[in-house]
């Protein structure tokens, strides 16, 4: 167990839908960072949020927003669901808000797009 | 076009012979990370090299970071199934920028160890 929460685990949903995959990161890590991971891109970084603040923006479509809540945890959401957006979606975290520190990954949500 | 390349892309070897998986890249870095991905799960951290011409030992794994710090690898010593996984990359901080970048990962390779 990394200590970065990931729900859910899984998820099934048809084009057109919205989601929301929820993170919670490590005990005193204050960023979050979120990062796609499909067979063709490998992984990617979607975005990062230092205590609450965006901090960094990577390649994030206009339909996926996040945001970091008070009590750190974090949540990406993913709306108008295309098949192509079906990938693992991986948390992580770090102490410090430099996009350079190590990162403690969660497990990640798999997300099937049909 | 991935910033930094990793080769080979799949490996598959019999327990007990040796490898080295390769990150290349054409920009400077101030670190290296390398992770280790299992199905299911995300990457852990296995290393960081900081310094041009670093090696670091962890058990059987070598890693070592190139003299002019843009590239690195990794080499495994008599490997074992337990070191089956997805192997990382991820460069951290290109210099010629000049300011902090996020991590940028490698394209991964696939290594299976048969018993």
């Known amino acids: 167990d990394s200590g970065v929460t990931q729900t859910p685990k899984h998820l099934i949903t048809a084009t057109g839908q919205r989601v929301t995959l929820r993170c919670s990161p490590r005990?005193?890590?204050?960023?979050v960072y979120w990062y796609q991971q499909s067979l063709d891109q490998g992984l990617q970084f979607l975005i990062q949020?230092?205590?609450?603040?965006?901090?960094a923006k990577g390649n994030i479509l206009e339909r996926f927003s996040a945001q970091q809540f008070p009590d750190l945890h974090s949540e990406l959401n993913l709306s108008s669901l295309e098949l192509g957006d079906s990938a693992l979606y991986f948390c992580a975290s770090s102490v410090g808000a430099t996009g350079a520190n190590v990162l403690t990954f969660g497990a990640g949500s798999r997300l099937t797009v049909l | 076009t991935q910033l930094l390349e990793q080769s080979p892309q799949f490996l598959s070897i019999q327990e007990g012979e040796n490898l080295t998986v390769y990150c290349n890249s054409s920009?400077?870095?101030?670190?290296l990370q390398w992770y280790r991905q299992e199905p299911g799960e995300g990457p852990v951290l296995l290393v960081t090299?900081?310094?041009?011409?670093e090696v670091k030992k962890l058990k059987r794994l070598t890693f070592q970071f190139g003299d002019a710090r843009k590239d690195s690898s990794l080499h495994i010593t008599a490997a074992q199934p337990g070191d089956t996984g997805l192997y990382l990359c991820?460069?951290?901080?290109?210099?010629?920028?000049?300011?902090?970048?996020?991590?940028?990962f490698g394209s991964g390779t696939q290594l299976t160890v048969l018993p």
């Open positions: 920009s400077v870095f101030s670190s």
């Open positions: 005990s005193g890590d204050l960023s």
């Open positions: 949020y230092y205590n609450g603040e965006e901090r």
């Open positions: 991820a460069g951290a901080g290109v210099i010629s920028s000049g300011s902090a970048r996020q991590l940028t």
């Open positions: 090299v900081v310094t041009g011409g």
